[in-house]
């Protein structure tokens, strides 16, 4: 009896002791992104003093408002705020539709080809295709237009839709398929009514995705927008200055851009995981 306890107690500690080298390597590795974070949120609520002090004041301040109320309202950060729901809506809603024909389509036939020239397509510099960009859309009249801007960012999300939903769908057996076909349904039919339903967390974890990167593109809507369609990223440049950066307000501004989509990723965090862990796992 007195071996067995000793035996369970070193498990137990084993455990333990494993634990909490993993929960300080997940620390380790977290806190560096946590610490951006809080210093973007606090220097919201500093005076100009307690962001320039050294050394810095990390909680010994006094929180004001002055920061975020000039962020709202020295700036018509609602209607950047609109503009940036309506581009990024549709900009997914088009991204995800075009790359899920794609993905299949890829999945199915091996087209490595057109896989690799995907990827290419989502780690080319954006800033490389601006010029030539800029100038079809000011020749097409396209310029500070919603149909601009999305068309823009289905430069995003289509790449990004499509290579994640390639993985989704290579984990839905073909046999699936074959037994649909069997059984009279068309190649159309069963990919609608079997093949995509299965996909569902996949479409849900690269919605989010999607939507997320074209929230957060700055460089085409500073250059294809303008004082009709601008998004909430360039309401940043409002408060760099030629004679001086106004770093409270930049940082309320950041902040007011990043509350939505932090918001919205912890409400739908469970259907995300479940998205990215389906993505791993082979059928």
Same mark, same amino acid.
């Given at each position: ?22 929960? $300080?390597?997940?620390? +380790?590795?977290?806190?560096? #992104? ?13 005076? =100009? =003093? &307690? ?10 301040? *006094? ?26 809506? #549709? ?10 024909? !794609? ?11 057109? !896989?690799? $020239?995907?990827?290419?397509?989502? =780690? ?12 079809? +859309?000011?020749?097409?009249?396209? %310029? &500070? %237009? ?9 430069? =995003?999300?289509?790449?990004?839709? %499509? ?7 290579? &984990? ?6 074959? !037994? ?9 039919? $069963? ?14 974890? *690269?919605?989010?995705? !999607? ?41 309320? $501004? ?30």
């Amino acid at each position: 009896m007195v071996i067995l306890r000793k035996e369970r107690l070193s498990t137990n500690l084993s455990r333990v002791f494993r634990s909490a080298f993993w929960y $300080a390597v997940i620390a +380790f590795f977290t806190l560096p #992104f946590v610490f951006v974070i809080y210093w973007m949120f606090s220097n919201g609520f500093k005076n =100009v =003093v &307690d962001i320039t002090s050294y050394p810095p004041k990390l909680f010994s301040f *006094t929180p004001t408002l002055k920061n975020y109320e000039h962020a709202l309202f020295s700036v018509p950060f609602f209607k950047y705020l609109l503009n940036s729901c309506i581009v990024s809506i #549709f900009a997914t809603l088009g991204g995800v539709g075009l790359g899920i024909p !794609a993905a299949y389509s890829i999945a199915r036939f091996r087209q490595m080809r057109i !896989a690799f $020239a995907v990827l290419c397509a989502r =780690v080319i510099p954006f800033v490389s295709i601006l010029i030539p960009w800029f100038m079809l +859309f000011r020749t097409l009249g396209l %310029t &500070d %237009t919603y149909i601009g801007l999305i068309l823009s960012h289905l430069l =995003v999300t289509t790449p990004i839709s %499509t290579w994640l939903m390639i993985g989704f769908f290579e &984990d839905i057996p073909r046999e699936l398929e074959e !037994a649909a076909w069997i059984d009279g349904s068309s190649k159309i039919k $069963a990919f609608w009514v079997i093949v995509l339903p299965l996909t569902k967390p996949g479409l849900v974890t *690269t919605s989010i995705l !999607a939507f997320i990167f074209s929230w957060n593109n700055f460089i085409f809507s500073l250059a294809l927008g303008g004082n009709n369609t601008n998004t909430l990223p360039v309401s940043v440049f409002n408060f760099m200055y030629f004679e001086e950066i106004d770093w409270g307000g930049l940082s309320a $501004a950041a902040s007011l851009i990043t509350i939505p989509v932090l918001v919205f990723a912890l409400l739908i965090q469970e259907y995300f995981v479940k998205g990215l862990t389906m993505g791993g796992m082979k059928g």
